[in-house]
């Protein structure tokens, strides 16, 4: 079966950074885009970033630009956001997904950015 396992995830300070990762299990990852997604507490579910299967494309959301870096290693069925910058405004739950019909979603890893 489908299974998504973020990390990496933790507390920050203001201008910090953290690298995420997300293990993929149970499809042929290198033939899928993958994306990271982020809920704030209180808010809806917000697109952060995503990543064509081979890597030769990446797309952020404004919020996102020129902060966080999305990528992958298909051989080791793992795609990172490496965040740098971060902001308050950071802190959410975020998750990775990859869609085959439907949307599949990790179960999400904690970013606290605060001093």
């Known amino acids: 079966q489908v299974q998504l396992v973020e990390s990496g995830g933790g507390l920050a300070q203001p201008g910090g950074s953290l690298r995420l990762s997300c293990a993929a299990s149970?499809?042929?990852?290198?033939?899928?885009?993958m994306s990271w997604a982020r809920q704030a507490p209180g808010k809806g579910l917000e697109w952060v970033s995503g990543i064509y299967s081979d890597g030769s494309d990446t797309f952020y959301a404004d919020s996102v630009k020129g902060r966080f870096t999305i990528s992958r290693d298909n051989a080791k069925n793992t795609v990172y956001l490496q965040m740098n910058s971060l902001k308050p405004e950071d802190t959410a739950l975020y998750y990775c997904?990859?869609?085959?019909?439907?949307?599949?979603w990790g179960q999400g890893t904690q970013v606290t950015v605060s001093s």
């Open positions: 997904a990859v869609e085959l019909g439907r949307t599949y």
């Open positions: 149970g499809f042929t990852f290198s033939s899928y885009a």
